[in-house]
């Protein structure tokens, strides 16, 4: 057998084999996805990362959203594949997003009545719970709220501390010196009422002009409650 003939053998044998590897490797190089690394996307809100995310062939799968109120609504937080995987066209990418809590926040108010707070915040279902302190603001007036303005509301419940009335607490001025028709006069407004004592003996005289107060008790800086009744003594 000659060598031609041999060759020709061998030939004919390959054929079906390099057939099928050309048939094989002509559409796999032609249908093969290329891989491309994978691009961060995290932090960047869905809507401005939509354009650059198009231009990659990928299939978006939003699984799930995360309370995150101090970052716009949307935000990405998590992705996978992770930033700097290798992917593939078509392949699907997983994103999770941020979300607003839908907790109510607590409303601005300016020199308002605890009513006029307590008929706002019901609008919203938050309970308003008063304490009342003294202060010379008029009565029902709202010192301080808790939480503050634009906070979050979480148990439905909001603290005020308002102005009971008047502030009853006064500073007692002297009056030594002065007649006693002068601190008749003074304390009038008040309802307090006086003792006159001359000496040790009471005395019910109603010439005013002619007592001259020289000592007194409460003493001249002392906090007195004009709420409650006290007696002023003078000599």
């Given at each position: ?56 062939p ?8 995360q ?5 716009p ?18 392949q ?11 907790l ?6 300016d ?24 202060s ?5 007036s709202v ?15 909001a ?17 030594i ?49 004009i ?8 000599s």
């Amino acid at each position: 057998m000659t060598t031609r003939r041999i060759l020709f053998l061998i030939a004919i044998c390959l054929a079906p084999f390099c057939c099928f590897l050309v048939g094989y490797l002509i559409p796999s190089y032609i249908f093969t996805q290329k891989t491309f690394t994978c691009p961060s996307f995290i932090g960047e809100r869905i809507q401005d990362a939509a354009a650059p995310i198009s231009s990659y062939p990928l299939n978006i799968r939003i699984v799930s959203e995360q309370v995150h109120n101090e970052l716009p609504s949307g935000t990405i937080l998590h992705q996978k594949p992770l930033p700097g995987q290798k992917i593939k066209a078509y392949q699907s990418m997983y994103l999770v997003l941020s979300k607003k809590d839908e907790l109510p926040r607590m409303p601005v108010f300016d020199r308002v009545l605890a009513e006029e707070a307590a008929a706002e915040l019901q609008k919203n279902h938050i309970q308003l719970i008063q304490y009342a302190l003294p202060s010379s603001l008029p009565k029902g007036s709202v010192l301080a709220l808790f939480p503050r303005s634009g906070a979050l509301v979480r148990d439905q419940k909001a603290h005020a501390y308002i102005a009971a009335g008047e502030q009853t607490l006064r500073i007692l001025p002297s009056f030594i010196g002065s007649t006693l028709a002068g601190a008749r006069n003074a304390l009038a407004a008040y309802d307090i009422e006086i003792k006159v004592l001359d000496g040790q003996r009471e005395t019910i005289q109603r010439v005013d002009n002619e007592f001259v107060i020289h000592e007194q008790r409460p003493l001249a800086g002392s906090f007195v409650d004009i709420a409650k009744p006290f007696t002023l003594y003078v000599s």
